[in-house]
């Protein structure tokens, strides 16, 4: 049975619910048994600015985020964090446009400054810098999942799946090359083939001036053929 996956929460990439290190960042996680749980059915209140968070499904595989309604920051749990990220790298991103908040109605920049408590488990959760290229910085509990202030979830998705995408090139590339692999020792073989039907041409000619190189140019063409009608 196939390995189970889910995205790190620290930049996207694809690591074992199993295991806790992110073999694209190094981040360890804690999450273990909450990479599959579903969110709870009680209304947390949101950790940046205390209204109660409502439960909003983002798309048909069942994933779902806790959202504020006042200022449109989101909580997503592992579990719905990893079918985003996988829906959006199979082409099927989520909506995001009621997780941007107008610019007349977002939080002062001074509110957005302080850390915030996780909503499962009200532990100070870290702050960093999503992944290398990303231009947001969100909060993670390492053992539950990620609060985004309004408008990060929109930044941090794309880029997830781009990294998680590049994960599984390596592999796509490998099959590919042994594929090529293949096809050149198959070429190599037909012009060596080749190369030896024109050596015993040219001796047969040096030999006899007079010889007829029909037989020897026919076999030649029959590889030519061989080749271009692959």
């Not at 599959?36 to 069942?62: F, H, I, N, Q, Y």
């Not at 850390?115 to 993670?140: I, N, Q, T, W, Y």
């Not at 190599?188 to 047969?204: G, K, L, P, T, Y």
Request: charged letters at 25%; one cysteine or more; proline letters at 7%.
């Amino acid at each position: 049975m196939a390995e189970a996956t889910v995205h790190c929460l620290y930049c996207g990439g694809l690591q074992s619910a199993e295991h806790p290190a992110c073999p694209v960042c190094g981040a360890i996680a804690r999450f273990g048994a909450a990479a599959s749980a579903a969110p709870e059915a009680t209304s947390p209140p949101c950790p940046r600015c205390g209204r109660a968070l409502v439960l909003r499904r983002l798309s048909d595989d069942a994933s779902t985020a806790l959202q504020c309604e006042a200022c449109h920051g989101c909580f997503l749990r592992v579990r719905d964090w990893s079918l985003v990220v996988d829906d959006t790298e199979n082409g099927h991103p989520i909506d995001t446009k009621d997780f941007v908040v107008p610019e007349s109605g977002a939080l002062p920049r001074d509110e957005l400054v302080p850390l915030v408590r996780c909503p499962a488990c009200h532990k100070e959760m870290d702050r960093f810098h999503f992944g290398v290229r990303s231009p947001a910085v969100v909060d993670v509990c390492d053992a539950h999942g990620m609060w985004l202030d309004a408008g990060e979830l929109a930044q941090v998705v794309p880029y997830a799946a781009e990294v998680a995408k590049s994960q599984r090139l390596p592999a796509e590339s490998e099959a590919a090359m042994r594929d090529d692999a293949a096809f050149s020792a198959k070429l190599r073989a037909d012009e060596e083939q080749i190369e030896s039907h024109a050596e015993i041409a040219r001796a047969n000619f040096r030999a006899d001036p007079a010889y007829r190189l029909s037989e020897d140019w026919s076999a030649m063409l029959s590889s030519f053929s061989r080749i271009l009608g692959r």
